[in-house]
């Protein structure tokens, strides 16, 4: 199936670009419920994948050997844009397992918070692997490594205990064969999958309502899910998207967004699984058919869908802080049978 068009963005009278793309809504008994474009289209999860990522941590007994809290665990879910109080998670969680945090490989990058990042600019100071977005992630795997009393020295490579570990995690919560899942290289230097939209939302629907998954899985997700909606500004900042979405959400819904347009929700209770991708990598383009697609089904109320506005409907602003267009989104989902 070709993708959908899903935003158009306007300047004057013309819609001068347009994201498409493709969406799957699944339920957590496997049921399509609703698609755009093509609900099996394949491509990497990239940190969205994240929340399953750190289950082992807290399945195999990890997370409560080292008495990490919650928002230590949500942490491990998160694509965080260096705030101090990201940065000094990272180092409670490093001081909990007993290890220094210079064996985290997952890159240097200025912190995606902008005052951040100007201050450490205008104070002369170097960002860290600390101030990486997927420092949690890492930590998380590390913790882990610990726990099994892994070589943490080559965590980040596929044949690697750890990773082989979150790979069974991935096949198994994606109802997707293990041998099937495309692996490539993330921004961070850990394996990324490649597996089809319908088994990224069969994943948070399962997140979203573990009924039937065994009591240890049961309870994990239940604890990684509440963990994430507990501490929302821990996933991606002051200001992020996941951020706002889940504490407009009050407890309805996870979310968590990855690179290469790609995102995700989890409608708790209700046991349902959403995925957005933008072919042309666009976040410009997620987020508004990420919320309006809330809105239409109804998981999230008006008055919800009016505190996203901000991303909902994007204005399309110039140097001069003109208002030139609009962000706007158009998808139409179609009901499967």
């Not at 290890?99 to 995606?112: E, F």
Request: include cysteine; proline fraction near 5%; aromatic fraction near 6%.
């Amino acid at each position: 199936m070709q993708a959908q068009v899903l935003v158009e963005v306007t300047r004057g009278p013309l819609v001068e670009n347009r994201h498409r793309g493709h969406v799957a809504i699944v339920d957590w008994q496997g049921k399509l419920l609703y698609s755009a474009g093509d609900p099996y289209y394949k491509t990497y999860w990239r940190s969205s994948a994240k929340p399953v990522q750190a289950l082992p941590v807290v399945e195999l007994g990890a997370v409560d050997h080292y008495g990490i809290s919650p928002r230590e665990l949500a942490l491990f879910c998160a694509s965080h844009n260096g705030e101090a109080f990201h940065t000094e998670t990272v180092l409670k969680i490093f001081a909990k397992i007993g290890r220094d945090h210079t064996l985290l490989q997952c890159g240097v990058h200025l912190p995606i918070h902008k005052e951040t990042a100007k201050a450490m600019l205008l104070a002369g100071e170097e960002p860290t692997v600390l101030h990486s977005n997927c420092s949690g992630k890492h930590s998380g795997m590390l913790t882990l490594v610990t726990h099994l009393d892994f070589d943490p020295s080559n965590y980040l490579d596929l044949n690697h205990p750890v990773q082989q570990i979150i790979l069974d995690y991935i096949a198994d919560m994606t109802g997707y064969p293990r041998e099937q899942i495309a692996i490539g290289v993330d921004g961070c230097g850990v394996p990324v999958h490649g597996l089809p939209l319908y088994n990224m939302s069969l994943a948070y629907a399962r997140l979203a309502r573990p009924q039937g998954l065994g009591k240890k899985r049961e309870e994990a997700c239940a604890r990684i899910t509440g963990a994430m909606m507990a501490n929302p500004e821990i996933i991606s900042g002051t200001d992020g998207f996941c951020t706002k979405l889940m504490q407009a959400g009050a407890g309805k819904l996870i979310a968590k967004g990855g690179a290469a347009g790609v995102y995700c929700v989890g409608i708790i209770d209700q046991g349902i699984g959403i995925t957005v991708k933008c072919e042309d990598g666009a976040s410009r383009g997620r987020e508004p058919v990420v919320v309006e697609i809330l809105s239409q089904l109804g998981y999230l109320s008006a008055q919800q869908v009016q505190a996203l506005e901000e991303f909902h409907h994007p204005q399309n602003i110039n140097h001069r802080q003109e208002k030139c267009g609009e962000v706007r989104p158009v998808v139409k989902l179609k009901q499967e049978g």
